[in-house]
């Protein structure tokens, strides 16, 4: 048993424990039961498929008990789990298989279609269908052999995920994410919320997402708490859910929280073990976290990142009003940096990019050395965000930097637009993106989702922008939606926005 099995190790200290339920099936793993199902899965991918320690295995499968067996073998035996958006298209699919390079791939039944559309399968020499898998996982089978550790050697730097990125700019890069990162991040997370043995959790993040493993799932696994797993997102299910598990806490983004909490069950459901909602991706509106304070919910609000982390801020619940509009301050184990243009640092509450460095942050992306080598410079991982850091020491993100345009020779960044757009009681959500325009080389145009039985013109919303901004901020055109398009974990899809 080497130090990164915790799977073996929980089966020591509580082998009865629940670790894992999969909603769907009721179907749950004690940690002794996921010990000696990821010793048999490990063993039969040495023995029989010949997998050695760094093989990359590609999955294109939705959230299961089979998904976690497949990360404990990986713990045990060193295999590089590759996880597979499965809303991609077949040619984006094919791009990361070509990429990874995986000795075995384990695919959905119903994604198998997509799948033999990708010219990359057919170098893959293993290929299984999930169901296939499961018939290796199944807990009525386990033997006393199955106790038998694989008896690998793992290194600190080994990887055990390679997580692609969302690739809003070219195609996606593969995030290198190593043992020693999934444990740090682990201690991060436990040092800034409370999860130990006792912790209970619903996860409804999409596995292909850091956010689906590694904000609460691998942590939890660590520390010896529970999960139930769900496949996809249903607010009325996970409100239920939330209430009948016990969650002592939950992750979710904004988006997510908002449509929960307009289910009609939402004022009835017993909140009462929940610590409090973890919430990322973009930033929460105060009257929504009122609305959770309302019945007894606070909200944590944080920042993160796939290649570092991913959970590196917090800003605690007794804050969040206090501190409007920050991600918190820095997580135990995690350096930071804030500097100009130049490189240089910024005094208090001067916007820059934000760096980071620590145990936590990637060694790199997946055979990609030159985006290695401009992301990581001295040490220190560049974030492309531009933050300040007031006197507290409380972060506060600007926008990413990529956002930025410029209007007039004058640097413009959409978030700061949006927050004083959002500040419109008519307002629901908006996004700021740059244009072309002939005399000011870009302009701001503004899309806008009002509340329902509001209405606002756009003439009436630049008014109230030239009352709070200047000038070249105030956008040019406005754009109303009835709903901004998201992606896969709620985030606003500004790609998608710049197409229409």
Avoid at 139 to 152: H, L, N
Avoid at 273 to 302: D, F, K, N, S, T
Avoid at 337 to 361: A, F, S, W
Avoid at 475 to 481: A, D, E, M, T
Wanted: proline content about 6%; charged content about 25%.
């Amino acid at each position: 048993m080497h130090q990164y099995d915790w799977a073996a190790k929980w089966a020591r200290y509580q082998p009865q424990k629940e670790a894992v339920k999969a909603y769907t099936s009721g179907q749950t793993l004690t940690y002794d039961e996921l010990n000696r199902l990821g010793n048999r899965l490990a063993h039969y991918f040495l023995n029989t498929l010949g997998l050695q320690k760094g093989d990359r295995v590609a999955v294109l499968a939705e959230t299961s008990l089979e998904y976690i067996l497949l990360f404990v073998a990986a713990q045990k035996m060193g295999l590089i789990l590759v996880p597979l958006n499965y809303r991609l298209a077949n040619q984006e699919i094919d791009y990361l298989l070509e990429n990874a390079r995986p000795a075995l791939v384990i695919t959905e039944e119903r994604f198998w279609t997509n799948m033999r559309q990708c010219a990359s399968i057919n170098k893959i020499a293993h290929q299984w269908s999930m169901e296939t898998l499961a018939d290796y996982c199944d807990k009525t089978t386990i033997k006393p052999e199955d106790a038998r550790d694989p008896g690998a050697e793992i290194a600190d730097d080994d990887p055990v995920f390679i997580l692609y990125t969302s690739g809003t700019t070219g195609f996606p890069k593969g995030a290198i994410y190593t043992h020693k990162m999934l444990f740090w991040n682990s201690i991060n997370t436990s040092l800034s919320l409370l999860v130990n043995t006792e912790s209970r959790t619903v996860n409804c993040m999409p596995p292909f997402h850091t956010g689906g493993w590694n904000v609460l799932t691998t942590p939890f696994l660590h520390h010896g708490g529970y999960s139930c797993l769900l496949k996809k997102f249903e607010p009325a299910t996970v409100l239920e859910l939330l209430e009948k598990e016990r969650a002592t806490v939950f992750m979710g983004v904004p988006t997510m929280l908002k449509m929960m909490a307009d289910e009609p069950a939402f004022e009835k459901t017993d909140f009462s073990h929940l610590h409090y909602i973890i919430v990322g991706g973009e930033p929460m509106p105060i009257p929504l976290i009122e609305r959770w304070q309302a019945q007894g919910v606070p909200i944590r609000q944080g920042y993160g990142m796939t290649e570092v982390g991913p959970n590196l801020t917090s800003l605690h619940q007794d804050d969040a009003i206090r501190k409007k509009g920050s991600i918190g301050r820095s997580n135990f184990y995690v350096e930071t940096k804030i500097v100009d243009e130049q490189g240089e640092e910024v005094p208090p509450n001067t916007g820059g990019e934000l760096l980071l460095r620590g145990p936590m942050v990637t060694p790199g992306y997946w055979e990609q050395p030159e985006a290695t080598g401009k992301a990581i410079v001295d040490g220190w991982f560049r974030t492309g965000d531009r933050v300040r850091e007031d006197e507290e020491g409380y972060f506060y993100v600007e926008d990413r930097i990529k956002n930025m345009f410029i209007s007039g020779g004058e640097n413009v960044y959409p978030a700061e637009v949006e927050r004083v757009l959002l500040n419109h009681p008519a307002v629901a959500e908006t996004v700021v993106i740059g244009v072309p325009d002939a005399k000011w080389g870009e302009v701001g145009c503004a899309f806008v989702v009002l509340n329902a039985d509001d209405e606002v013109t756009a003439t009436a919303l630049s008014d109230y922008c030239k009352g709070h901004l200047a000038k070249f901020k105030v956008p040019k055109s406005f754009r109303f939606l009835k709903e901004l398009p998201k992606n896969d974990t709620g985030k606003i899809d500004r790609k998608t926005l710049k197409g229409l």
